[in-house]
């Protein structure tokens, strides 16, 4: 259903990292995703996307994964978070906030809705959430708050990696390999370096075919990511919430782990956590 152009609904919104999602909302009812890829998330260009989805209809805007209000210490309940009343460039807006931590120092704001909305769908649910983006989240859940969370950039630097080896970013990959590279990458993530150093080796000597050099490539930052948040995973019930080609990787890895894993669409709950925390 698509919620009527007259000012009596409200538009639901939320950025994570260059991403701008956006629901035109009546009540609690969404019309379609719009989905913006932004080259500038500044407040300036910013406040322009949420006008262009606005298309002129003058409607109250809950935004989520922005600075716009100040991020709350875990452990916190993310489903209880209160919005705040701001200005967004000139626009008025209820900001959602994002999750914050001391030690060590940590910052969710683009992934905080999904783990509301994870949570409001899921009240009982205890384990730990993995938002991977380019920033990864891994959220510890205990009695419907968010005691700690740790994070990675592993998106950013396989992104880098591959791109430094003039490899397709989209391209295929071998998940046998990629299984084979994150067992390597959790049982030795100080040889990380060196690893990849053979890998752009044997893919420039003719060695490595894309799809395994992509493979290894992610599979031993995976591996890495693993090693270093293994108090985050074993044992414990494990949620993912992504985009389907970062879902691919990290459920690849984790099934090479024999990990049992709950999987959520993130659109879904990023919805749900912006219409649980409408004010209105």
């Known amino acids: 259903m698509q919620p009527p152009r007259n000012g009596t609904g409200w538009l639901a919104a939320n950025l994570d990292g260059d991403t701008l999602s956006a629901w035109e909302m009546a ?3 969404a019309g379609p995703a719009q989905v913006l890829r932004l080259q500038d998330s500044r407040p300036p260009a910013l406040a322009a996307a949420l006008r262009q989805v606005l298309g002129g209809a003058p409607r109250p805007v809950l935004l989520g994964g922005t600075a716009l209000a100040p991020p709350h210490p875990v452990p916190v ?6 919005v705040a009343k701001t200005v967004l460039d000139g626009m008025p807006v209820h900001a959602l906030p994002g999750l914050s931590q001391a030690a060590p120092c940590g910052l969710m704001q683009g992934a905080a809705a999904a783990v509301s909305g994870f949570l409001r769908l899921n009240p009982d649910w205890d384990g730990v959430i993995c938002l991977p983006g380019m920033v990864t989240h891994w959220v510890q859940i205990s009695a419907r708050e968010a005691v700690s969370f740790q994070s990675a950039l592993t998106a950013q630097l396989a992104q880098v990696a591959i791109q430094g080896m003039a490899l397709e970013a989209a391209g295929a990959w071998d998940k046998a390999v990629l299984a084979e590279a994150v067992a390597d990458g959790i049982a030795k993530p ?5 690893r990849l150093a053979s890998v752009q080796a044997a893919a420039a ?3 490595l075919p894309a799809e395994a050099a992509r493979a290894q490539i992610w599979g031993y930052f995976l591996g890495a990511e693993l090693a270093a948040a293994r108090p985050y995973w074993l044992g414990q019930n494990l949620a993912l919430i992504a985009d389907p080609s970062l879902q691919a ?3 690849a890895a984790l099934d090479a782990q024999a990990l049992p894993v709950t999987l959520a669409d993130p659109g879904r709950m990023t919805l749900q956590g912006l219409i649980g925390a409408w004010p209105g």
């Open 27 to 29: 009540g609690s009812t």
């Open 77 to 82: 309940r993310p489903a209880g978070l209160p």
């Open 190 to 194: 100080e040889q990380l370096a060196a």
């Open 205 to 207: 000597l003719g060695q």
């Open 249 to 251: 990787f990290y459920a």
